[in-house]
């Protein structure tokens, strides 16, 4: 029965495996027993939302019987203002998640390929193959994307590329030069999708900011999300940034009311609050000094981040690891799946979260010699 409905599957579904979401704390309490577990998993903000973004959030539940604007017309607005665009580039998404699949829905065909790069962010392969194109897959250079073997794997066939900056997951991130002439050399038939889901937690002076790039690269779409820095990841929303032209194309295939009235609320009000992101990402750089710190102490290589993640080297199979830090009440994420057997992902938490999971790292490792 299972086979069959499998053979029914397009080819490009055929192959897939569904996303791995972190393990959630309730799902680690029950099943191992443990009380007080944390969740450093998921690259989520340890900080939440703004207070002002709560507000907005339960200001409109009364109203929660009407539909949503379809539009977002409010958030667009507060987008365009605060990125300096008019709102007809904007693309309005459930997620940026949601941007990158309408992405390869409104543009690639099977006969398409679509490039990125090894240990990229997984939803990549996965939009690339529910269109049933060919994913083609880059090697990395110190664990980052290599911009010319990507340039390279371009040829007549290539409809999208996918460059995530900084990546998930190994925090790594393009420069600001490599990237300008990378987008010079694309020809005019491929798109290319600059993911910067953690584009706000980047303190690095050579980081590109493509927002401000639109207007020169007319096959050029930058994503980003209210789900890291701005702590709205259970409302979903995230937006690209294009030609009017191309958002017009992503509009004709998105839901029409993809983004829910609550988040967009909630989204615009936290665009507001700067202060709380400044607040943010100097916990995040503090959190990191942290952990890295204890990473060298502990004699573990790592790669160095500029996400508000870090992924580490335990020299052995980490899922190991990752098993005897669940028994200790702490989800990381190992990244097999992303062809790095022996790293775990830690995502910066709250200090006081960060110093739990370095003890319980230690006492693991300790544990095994
Ligand atoms: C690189 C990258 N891009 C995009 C996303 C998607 O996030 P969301 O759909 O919550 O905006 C994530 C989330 O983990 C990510 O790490």
Redesign the pocket.
């Known amino acids: 029965m299972t086979a069959d409905i499998l053979r029914l599957a397009t080819p490009g579904v055929q192959g897939l495996s569904p996303y791995q979401p972190g393990k959630p704390i309730e799902e680690l309490e029950r099943e191992y027993g443990v009380a007080d577990a944390i969740k450093l998993a ?2 989520e903000n340890p900080l939440g939302p703004s207070p002002r973004a709560l507000d907005a959030a339960r200001a409109v539940l009364h109203d929660i019987h009407r539909y949503p604007d379809g539009n977002g017309f409010g958030l667009k607005k507060a987008l365009s203002q605060k990125l300096g665009v008019t709102p007809e580039c904007i693309t309005l ?1 459930n ?4 941007i ?1 699949e309408l992405l390869a829905r409104a543009f690639v065909q099977p006969d398409n390929e679509v490039v990125f790069s090894e240990h990229a ?1 997984a ?1 990549y392969p996965i939009v690339t193959g529910a269109v049933g194109a060919k994913p083609v897959v880059t090697k990395t250079r110190h664990w980052g994307h290599d911009l010319a073997a990507m340039q390279a794997a371009v040829n007549p066939r290539t409809r999208l590329v996918f460059i ?1 900056n ?3 997951p190994t925090g790594t991130w393009t420069r600001k030069e490599e990237l300008d002439s990378f987008l010079r050399a694309m020809p005019a038939h491929v798109l290319v999708a600059v ?1 910067e ?2 584009f706000e937690y980047v303190g690095e002076p050579d980081y590109p900011n493509t927002v401000a790039w639109a207007g020169r690269f007319p096959n050029l779409i930058t ?1 980003r ?4 820095i701005y702590g709205l ?1 259970g409302l ?3 937006y690209g940034v294009s030609s009017p032209e191309m958002a017009e194309i992503l509009n004709r295939v998105r839901q029409p009311f993809n983004v829910n009235s609550v988040a967009l609320a909630a989204a615009s009000a936290a665009l507001e609050d700067d202060a709380h992101i400044t607040r943010v990402a100097q916990l995040n750089r503090d959190g990191m000094q942290r952990l890295t710190a204890a990473f060298r102490m502990l004699g573990l290589d790592y790669i160095p981040s500029a996400g508000n993640f870090v992924c580490v080297d335990v020299k052995q199979p980490a899922t190991i690891v990752y098993e005897q830090l669940l028994r200790e009440g702490v989800i990381v994420r190992p990244v097999a799946n992303y062809g790095m057997p022996n790293h775990l992902r830690v995502t910066v938490g709250l200090p006081e979260e960060n110093e739990r999971f370095i003890n319980a790292l230690e006492k693991v490792l300790r544990t095994k010699d």
């Open positions: 998921s690259n998404g997620g940026s998640n949601d990158l962010f939803v995530a900084p990546n998930n993911d889901a953690y994503t999300t209210f789900s890291k990841a979903r929303v995230g």
